[in-house]
């Protein structure tokens, strides 16, 4: 591959994750109600969703996509669901609070649950797979070895996606520790909000 080319696929990249999504409604959700930490566990389930669908993109693409094509609306609807699940239940602890007026106790740690929230929101998302099917192979030579490039473009992608939602995650963290109590508590509704209107994102989807 050229430099042209990597450079244009890292730049396609980019604005593949600055683009609101499902995911980026979960990590700045749990980021905006728990924290930084939350929110960069959040981030590592997604990454690690991401970066097996990507390997089953480059290695099985054909099996992968037509798995993927059979049960594309069963996915996107469990996905969708559970993100309108965990954005009802933010909103009632919001709710929960400030009917108690800010006295609720806050919720525990619970780091795994927001790893295994961000695996299975980023593997709900059947367009990933299918973008990635017609994605890739615009970037790959066909005069050198299509599996060295595919590995390395498979790499480039999670790194790039994974080092913008650090970068956004980070920006929002270091926000919301300026926050006093009071606009803490508002922020539970504002991650409710968000993680609906990730549900709602992911059930709009349509077939590529």
């Known amino acids: 591959m050229s430099p042209e080319i990597v450079v244009a696929f890292i730049a396609a990249c980019i604005l593949l994750a600055l683009t609101p999504g499902p995911n980026m409604s979960l990590i700045l959700a749990n980021t905006l109600s728990h924290g930084l930490r939350a929110g960069l566990i959040t981030l590592a389930g997604t990454t690690t969703a991401l970066a097996l669908l990507v390997v089953a993109a480059a290695v099985g693409m054909g099996s992968m996509m037509v798995f993927?094509?059979?049960?594309?609306?069963?996915?996107?609807?469990?996905?969708?669901?559970?993100?309108?699940?965990?954005?009802?239940?933010?909103?009632?602890?919001?709710?929960?609070?400030?009917?108690?007026?800010?006295?609720?106790?806050?919720?525990?740690?619970?780091?795994?649950?927001?790893?295994?929230?961000?695996?299975?929101?980023?593997?709900?998302?059947?367009?990933?797979?299918?973008?990635?099917?017609?994605?890739?192979?615009?970037?790959?030579?066909?005069?050198?070895?299509?599996?060295?490039?595919?590995?390395?473009?498979?790499?480039?992608?999670?790194?790039?996606?994974?080092?913008?939602?650090?970068?956004?995650?980070?920006?929002?963290?270091?926000?919301?520790?300026?926050?006093?109590?009071?606009?803490?508590?508002?922020?539970?509704?504002?991650?409710g909000f968000l993680l609906l209107m990730g549900g709602l994102a992911l059930a709009m989807v349509r077939r590529p």
Do not use: C, H
């Open 68 to 191: 993927m094509s059979a049960w594309f609306d069963v996915i996107r609807w469990v996905g969708a669901l559970y993100l309108v699940y965990l954005g009802a239940r933010q909103l009632w602890i919001f709710r929960r609070r400030q009917m108690s007026r800010g006295e609720a106790p806050p919720l525990p740690s619970q780091p795994g649950r927001w790893y295994v929230q961000g695996l299975l929101v980023s593997s709900s998302n059947p367009k990933t797979i299918l973008f990635l099917g017609a994605f890739l192979p615009q970037f790959v030579d066909p005069a050198r070895d299509p599996v060295w490039q595919l590995s390395v473009l498979a790499v480039l992608f999670v790194v790039v996606l994974a080092a913008v939602d650090v970068g956004y995650t980070l920006a929002v963290g270091k926000a919301r520790a300026k926050f006093d109590a009071a606009r803490l508590a508002i922020l539970d509704g504002a991650a």
